[in-house]
């Protein structure tokens, strides 16, 4: 199972870029990288999801180098609804019952 | 499109109890899921399905069952419920027929065990 180590929490500014980094040492082949959002009293939320290089959707972009041990969820411009559980996932949904979310990142926004 | 719902959003049990949770998605996904999710933590995986007729274990099953009768419901059921089962349950669902598809999940039923 590809474990994964984020910090436990980030504080940042509104107007700021953020930066989360999650290390994946053990990293399978097959693996995806999957980044998800969870505001309180709500489910995750899909944000962006890579397998090398970077990835860039209207929300976020994702930077993976080369030896895919670990990736940056980059969120540029954040503002104060930016603050939230973000999780970072290593996985093949094929293999449904090996998904694992960990403690997640908690990152709070100030004005 | 009402996309995972989860019903009920709240409920308090006594111990000993029994409960089912519903959980019904209209995006005609293959794969469904369980999870709790404890304060401060992470979520867990209670059980799974990867089709209609079909369950299977996840991280936590113990005291859980789930039955998967029709594709758009996913049913997870406590027989008899303890205080350490005081959580707030998740369901998602993804289309299986591709690698890595993103789950989407329901808003979570918050579940008290007295």
């Known amino acids: 199972l590809a474990k994964t180590t984020q910090p436990i929490s980030m504080d940042s500014y509104e107007g700021q870029e953020v930066n989360i980094t999650c290390s994946h040492n053990?990293?399978?082949?097959?693996?995806?990288i999957t980044w998800y959002q969870q505001f309180p009293s709500q489910g995750p939320r899909f944000i962006i999801q890579?397998?090398?290089t970077k990835v860039t959707n209207e929300v976020a972009s994702l930077f993976i180098p080369a030896d895919r041990k670990s990736s940056t969820l980059s969120l540029p411009r954040v503002s104060l609804s930016d603050t939230a559980v973000y999780y970072c996932?290593?996985?093949?949904?094929?293999?449904?019952?090996?998904?694992?979310f960990g403690s997640g990142t908690r990152l709070s926004i100030r004005p | 499109n009402a996309g995972v719902t989860q019903t009920p959003k709240f409920r308090v049990l006594k111990t000993g109890q029994s409960m089912t949770l519903l959980c019904a998605q209209d995006?005609?996904?293959?794969?469904m899921y369980w999870y709790r999710q404890d304060p401060g933590m992470g979520l867990r995986l209670i059980h799974y399905?990867?089709?209609?007729?079909?369950?299977a274990k996840g991280e936590v099953p113990d005291g859980y069952n789930v039955s998967r009768l029709k594709k758009q419901n996913f049913l997870l059921g406590l027989e008899s419920a303890a205080p350490s089962q005081t959580s707030v349950y998740f369901c998602?669902?993804?289309?299986?027929?591709?690698?890595?598809?993103?789950?989407?999940f329901g808003d979570g039923t918050r579940l008290s065990i007295l």
């Open positions: 053990n990293i399978a082949t097959n693996d995806y």
């Open positions: 399905s990867v089709g209609e007729g079909t369950t």
């Open positions: 998602a669902s993804n289309d299986g027929q591709g690698q890595n598809q993103p789950q989407h």
């Open positions: 995006m005609n996904h293959e794969y």
């Open positions: 996932l290593v996985g093949g949904y094929s293999s449904a019952s090996k998904i694992i």
């Open positions: 890579g397998y090398k």
